[in-house]
């Protein structure tokens, strides 16, 4: 039986044959926190009796979402995070280097790639065919502890993009008349595949803010396949050796299919 995108992936970090319903314990190739849900993570991380990082140059502090820091808690808060940096080797994004989701797109994520992160707009990432998603603080801590965590493996919507585009209509306009179409809660702990001719015409920019916006509908990844498009912009952005081409199997089972003119 073919795979969505998600089994593809969930497959290949697992070792095995996933498929939807299924539970896994998948390897993780990036976990990142920010400054506001950070802080939380490796207290979490410290009380479970963890001292080091199963991945330190996988692991990655920001401090972007409150910065400079508007308040004493949060300036002691990044504090932690500067040392918990500098104890475990990890790495951080100091403040004015950039937005987690941005930086992660462009510096990091990868076709096929297992991502998490202590935001919910870690599914931003999706864009380039990562099964990119937010968790717990504590879940968080625990893949920052043992580099891999469990999934259920979620069943999948197809998306189907056709036509282009008319003047005045963007891809946020698309991604919020496809939430309105399914419902805030439409697609729980599902994953959003998007497919269809229009891809080809659909720029980095517009798939990262589609993908950013999956978790709205309660989704649990928004992933793009890993095409020419994908393959550009890792090339432009420095690491070309990473990309990989990924598309689901033309036999997929997927849950609903959805098409969007």
């Given amino acids: 039986m073919g795979k969505t995108l998600a089994e593809k992936i969930l497959s290949l970090k697992s070792h095995g044959e996933a498929k939807a319903g299924d539970v896994v314990i998948a390897d993780v190739d990036l ?12 207290r ?12 330190p140059q996988q692991a990655i502090v920001f401090l972007d979402h409150a910065a400079p820091s508007p308040a004493r808690q949060i300036s002691n808060d990044h504090i932690l995070l500067r040392r918990f940096a500098e104890e475990t080797g990890c790495r951080i994004y100091e403040v004015g280097e950039g937005i987690c ?6 510096q990091f994520a990868n076709p096929g790639d297992v991502i998490l992160g202590s935001d919910s707009h870690t599914v931003t990432a999706g864009a ?5 998603t937010g968790m717990g603080s504590s879940d968080v801590a625990v893949a920052l502890a043992l580099g891999k965590t469990w999934f259920r493996v979620p069943e999948s919507f197809l998306i189907e993009l056709n ?14 008349y496809l939430i309105g179409q399914i419902g805030a809660d439409g ?4 994953a959003l595949e998007f497919g269809g001719e229009a891809l080809a015409q659909m720029t980095m920019s517009q798939r990262l803010t589609i993908a950013n916006m999956a978790v709205e509908a ?14 550009d912009f890792i090339i432009e952005h420095g690491g070309g050796d990473k ?16 098409p969007v003119n």
């Avoid at 309660?218 to 393959?231: H, S, Y």
Wanted: glycine share 8%; charged share 20%.
């Fill in 31 to 42: 976990a990142f926190v920010q400054d506001t849900t950070g802080p939380l993570t490796i």
């Fill in 44 to 55: 979490q991380f410290k009380e479970s009796g963890f001292e080091a990082l199963a991945k």
């Fill in 101 to 106: 989701h941005q930086l992660v797109a462009e």
């Fill in 128 to 132: 380039l065919g990562a099964f990119a």
């Fill in 163 to 176: 036509g282009v585009f008319p003047r005045g209509v963007y891809a946020k306009d698309l991604i919020l």
């Fill in 187 to 190: 697609a729980n702990y599902k």
């Fill in 218 to 231: 309660g989704a649990k990844v928004g992933l793009f396949p890993a095409d020419k498009i994908t393959e």
């Fill in 243 to 258: 990309y990989k081409v990924l598309y689901h199997d033309a036999e997929a089972n997927y849950e609903q299919i959805i």
